[in-house]
């Protein structure tokens, strides 16, 4: 049974009154980061960070979770390899449960010989961020050298997976869309198709800093930006570079970032009759942020998060989860207008499978 399959028979188990443990499992390893984008507030709230979970709890935490009969477990930022030695030690504890992992990177602090452990351990997905072509990606992520960093990383993997053929880890890139680098899309998925990469992931920009809205492309640039947002579809597809760009051009995500609530809200249906919640993510999702907050989604305000306190995360997902639950049947929280296309697009497949 694939990871889907088995995510919609279990909530398909939770609305007929049967709880289900959870499929998924994410966890930030830290909130902190070694870039300075432009769009993102990390760089704000990190300073405001006092304490995040040891190497120990951590550990404890991946025990817990190989014992959950989890499927999928994803590893979030901040940048996770500034905590490489554990990172890739629970990397390594994941792979040896059969669980599928992935990571969000933005590659800068990997070498060859981690590339090589993570080939050799058999990782499932690594997911990129690259923002444009050299100069706009190092303007847009505030370091230099980093366009140049991700892409050696990049070939490094290429050239290990070929040496030790094996198709693991899928590589991935997120490319942030702004007014700066919609130009560049095009040129940067035929770079990466000499790379095999598997998928590009187009993100509009998160209104979550003044200069993030300063990047945003504006509604009266729509005609413009539509007509290179076709053209990198139509190379992506003579490339072999699959894109979430036909829904991205369709619904115009790109200028009506912040307003997901609305695409959410579009996809609500029916199972037996009856409304699906609006969000599915609490049904079969924990989020572990760093600093032990545990919540349904990354959105979800850390500090309405429940504290792990002593407790297990089956107690916290089976009893203190409810409260979450309930909140999101009938009405979304206000920050479910920031929640990241991926997310959305993961609600709308799941709720087509259930009706």
Not at 229 to 239: G, N, T, V, Y
Not at 283 to 299: D, F, K
Not at 326 to 355: F, G, M, T, Y
């Amino acid at each position: 049974m694939s990871h889907l399959e088995e995510t919609v028979a279990r909530i398909e188990s939770w609305l007929r009154g049967r709880k289900q443990l959870p499929t998924k499992v994410d966890i930030f390893f830290t909130e902190k980061c070694n870039f300075n984008c432009r769009f993102c507030n990390y760089p704000r709230i990190t300073q405001n960070i006092k304490k995040e979970l040891s190497d120990t709890q951590i550990l404890k935490l991946i025990e817990e979770i190989c014992e959950m009969d989890v499927k999928v477990f994803g590893i979030l930022g901040g940048e996770p390899f500034l905590r490489k030695k554990v990172l890739l030690e629970s990397m390594e504890k994941i792979k040896k449960h059969g669980i599928s992992g992935s990571i969000v990177t933005n590659g800068f602090l990997l070498e060859k010989r981690d590339v090589e452990r993570i080939v050799k351990m058999r990782w499932d997905l690594i997911r990129f961020s690259i923002d444009g072509l050299e100069k706009t990606h190092d303007f847009l992520r505030g370091v230099r050298g980093s366009f140049k960093k991700v892409v050696s990383v990049i070939k490094d993997f290429h050239e290990i997976k070929r040496k030790l053929k094996s198709n693991f880890p899928t590589i991935e890139v997120n490319f942030v869309l702004t007014n700066k680098n919609y130009k560049e899309l095009v040129n940067l998925i035929e770079l990466l198709s000499f790379f095999e990469i598997n998928f590009v992931y187009v993100l509009p920009v998160i209104e979550l800093t003044e200069e993030a809205r300063k990047l945003k492309i504006k509604e009266e640039n729509v005609s413009e930006v539509s007509v290179f947002l076709e053209k990198a579809r139509e190379i992506s597809e003579k490339c072999g570079v699959r894109t979430n760009l036909k829904e991205i051009i369709e619904k115009k995500l790109y200028v009506y970032s912040n307003k997901m609530e609305s695409i959410i809200l579009e996809e609500n249906m029916n199972y037996r009759g009856k409304k699906l919640p609006l969000c599915l993510l609490p049904w079969y999702t924990i989020n572990i942020n760093s600093n032990g907050s545990i919540t349904p989604c990354a959105q979800w305000p850390k500090e309405d998060g429940i504290k792990l306190d002593g407790k297990s995360l089956r107690e916290i997902w089976f009893r203190d989860f409810d409260r979450m639950r309930k909140a999101i049947l009938s009405e979304l929280p206000s920050w479910c207008s920031r929640c990241c296309v991926p997310l959305v697009d993961e609600n709308r497949v799941i709720k087509r499978q259930l009706w």
